[in-house]
């Protein structure tokens, strides 16, 4: 089993910046494909940002690209999102999920490709 617990939500205006950082524990390994995804109140889930186990591979949502960067401290079993630029539609609920990856550079885009899920933290940015 492996638990994901986020951090770093919080309130900010447009145009603000926020870190969100989510810790693995339990049975950690670093061949672990990492992802964030957010759900807006009445709204499907929806893929964000992944990274790779190495992270060495990135990819992102159109909607996030040029603003959102994914990154990860395997030593510390710590994957992070760096949100700058943002704007009210990014207001959502963040959740960090994880699974084995493949290959060292699979970035799984698809909610279903993750096994496990933190409980999230909430965005709200303020126009």
């Known amino acids: 089993q492996v638990q994901l617990v986020e951090s770093g939500g919080g309130l900010v205006q447009a145009g603000g910046s926020l870190r969100l950082s989510c810790a693995a524990s339990?049975?950690?390994?670093?061949?672990?494909?990492m992802g964030w995804f957010h759900q807006a109140p009445g709204k499907e889930r929806e893929f964000v940002a992944g990274?790779?186990?190495?992270?060495?591979?990135?990819d992102y949502a159109d909607s996030v690209k040029g603003r959102f960067t994914i990154s990860r401290d395997n030593a510390k079993n710590t994957v992070y999102l760096q949100m700058n630029r943002l704007k009210p539609e990014d207001t959502a609920v963040y959740y960090c999920?994880?699974?084995?990856?493949?290959?060292?550079?699979?970035?799984?885009?698809?909610?279903?490709?993750?096994?496990?899920w933190g409980q999230g933290t909430r965005v709200t940015v303020s126009s």
């Open positions: 999920a994880a699974d084995v990856a493949g290959y060292s550079a699979a970035v799984y885009t698809t909610a279903g490709d993750y096994g496990y």
């Open positions: 990274i790779s186990a190495s992270g060495s591979s990135t």
């Open positions: 339990g049975r950690t390994r670093s061949n672990y494909v």
